[in-house]
């Protein structure tokens, strides 16, 4: 890693080939000197890119764990990856489970409507303009209940 002030490492600036962009030609203007030192040590740089490997741990284990379980089971054998790091690994991993559509009403519909054997999907009343509302079950855990569950 290198300093972005760095000359050795400073990549030229190129002339643009937009037709809408003026190139200036400075050949024949002054020119303003400035000599710019470090004279502090800059913070060491860290490599934050995420290792293959974790990515394949959280990769085997997304179904399963949550993203806090995740964290520390990666933490334990790469204490430099963050919570963050770990977390957005895992959501965007995650989402072939559980995403279908941008807006979150029509993509949850979609995905329960894929598990129509084992949900119940309820109509709404009375809803408030405005307000988007979707009431399910799951069979297999309200059907035993039915006769049990006192509304109170």
């Known amino acids: 890693f290198w300093c972005s002030q760095d000359e050795a490492h ?11 962009i003026k190139n200036h030609d400075n050949s024949g203007s002054s020119h303003i000197l400035i000599n710019l030192q470090h004279h502090i040590k800059h913070v060491q740089y860290v490599d934050v890119a995420m290792p293959p490997e974790v990515l394949q741990m959280i990769q085997d284990h997304v179904e399963w764990l949550t993203p806090i379980a995740m ?59 405005g307000v988007e509302i979707l009431a399910w079950r799951m069979k297999h855990i309200a059907e035993p209940l039915q006769g049990k569950v006192i509304e109170i």
Do not use: C
């Open 71 to 129: 964290m520390t089971k990666v933490q334990l054998v790469y204490p430099t990856i963050t919570s963050t790091q770990v977390h957005t690994a895992w959501r965007e991993l995650s989402k072939v489970h559980w995403f279908r559509e941008d807006l979150q009403l029509p993509s949850v519909m979609r995905l329960l409507a894929e598990y129509g054997n084992d949900i119940d999907i309820f109509g709404t009343v009375d809803v408030p303009e």
């Open 10 to 20: 400073k990549k030229m600036s190129k002339a643009s080939n937009n037709p809408d």
